[in-house]
């Protein structure tokens, strides 16, 4: 069962334009969310957080959306650059709990 | 932000072995730490999370006699695959959570042969 989802296995952008990964969840008792990066072979590095209580928490050229009522967030990057080229994961967790949910990942590939 | 460090990051063992991974936390002190697998082209899966000084609490389907997991100290988690299977082969990732984030180590690549 998987309770987060990235439908999107892969997405390709130009540098300079906008990024955006989707991120789905089914578990209404997930109220932090968090979003990943992965190079091959590496541990995840935390990019951005947002807690249910926001609907938009913004960091340099990343910002993330929450739509709750759509169980719904995103990720968007802008501008994109070569070095965003990476895995991102979206994961999420309740309360306190610190046990984190992961989705399967996006693969953005940013093109020159 | 904080640093986790894994050891080994290539490990290639006969099957039937055992294998020990290290987790530590180098600038802060760990309370909790996670054990997550990752096959390719998968998600992070987590396997078990341990408190230190406490016994680990391991996810649905994931044998506790097979994967030891001891987090003897605030800094130190050690994950030990026993007798290791090729089905077991994966990619190993831990994290260490004090009182912010979680921070993710880099990895243990384990292949059984």
């Known amino acids: 069962d998987q309770q987060v989802k990235q439908n999107s296995p892969s997405l390709s952008v130009q540098e300079g334009r906008i990024s955006i990964l989707n991120c789905d969840y089914t578990?209404?008792?997930?109220?932090?969310f968090l979003w990943y990066k992965k190079y091959p072979a590496e541990g995840p590095t935390f990019l951005i957080s947002?807690?249910?209580?926001?609907d938009k928490n913004e960091d340099g050229r990343f910002t993330v959306f929450l739509n709750k009522s759509a169980k719904h967030l995103s990720l968007h990057i802008v501008p994109s650059q070569p070095g965003d080229s990476a895995v991102y994961f979206c994961?999420?967790?309740?309360?306190?709990?610190?046990?984190?949910?992961f989705g399967t990942g996006t693969r953005l590939q940013v093109t020159l | 932000g904080a640093v986790v460090s894994q050891h080994p990051s290539r490990v290639i063992c006969k099957s039937g072995t055992s294998v020990k991974i290290e987790c530590r936390s180098l600038?802060?002190?760990?309370?909790?730490m996670f054990w997550y697998r990752q096959f390719p082209k998968q998600s992070l899966m987590l396997m078990a999370t341990?408190?230190?000084?406490?016994?680990?609490?391991?996810e649905q389907g994931v044998e506790k006699d097979k994967f030891l997991i001891n987090h003897a100290s605030l800094t130190l988690s050690t994950l030990t695959v026993t007798s290791a299977h090729p089905e077991d082969s994966s990619f190993y990732i831990c994290?260490?959570?004090?009182?912010?984030?979680?921070?993710f180590g880099p990895g243990t690549r384990l292949t059984v042969t």
């Open positions: 994290s260490a959570k004090g009182t912010g984030e979680q921070y």
């Open positions: 578990n209404s008792m997930f109220d932090y």
């Open positions: 947002i807690s249910s209580i926001k």
């Open positions: 994961a999420a967790n309740t309360g306190t709990a610190s046990k984190l949910t």
């Open positions: 600038d802060f002190q760990a309370t909790t």
């Open positions: 341990s408190n230190e000084g406490s016994k680990a609490t391991y």
